[in-house]
């Protein structure tokens, strides 16, 4: 059974910094793990993304250089460091597992089986 709890949204100011943690549970069943954004008015749209086999992160463009991915398996944890905040980055963001290799691994559609509940994130002007 994969189960994903996401922690660590907030308010900030533009420029500022949060770290979202998701805690992760059922690794026998997941290939890719992910953390997907929807902001007001707006598709859910990839932040962040990576294989298990090989933990490379891969991340869309509108947060390259400003977003850090990373799987602490010690933890069970896919950790999202978030600096440079803009206020375009408001939105919830949920953490996303998939047992499958197909699709592209950013997009919201390849993660078909498990979604977390979301955590809110707020960067102020």
């Known amino acids: 059974q994969v189960q994903l709890v996401e922690s660590g949204g907030g308010s900030v100011q533009a420029g500022g910094s949060l770290t979202l943690s998701c805690l992760v549970s059922?690794?026998?069943?997941?290939?890719?793990l992910g953390w997907f954004r929807q902001s007001p008015g707006k598709e859910r749209e990839g932040v962040a993304a990576l294989y298990t086999h090989n933990d490379l992160p891969g991340y869309a463009d509108s947060v390259k250089g400003r977003f850090t991915l990373s799987h602490d398996r010690a933890k069970n944890t896919l950790d999202l460091q978030m600096n440079s905040l803009k206020p375009d980055d408001t939105g919830i963001y949920y953490c996303a597992a998939s047992p499958y290799y197909a699709g592209d691994f950013l997009s919201p559609s390849a993660y078909d089986h498990w979604w977390g509940q979301g955590t809110q994130v707020t960067v102020s002007s």
């Open positions: 059922g690794y026998d069943y997941i290939t890719r």
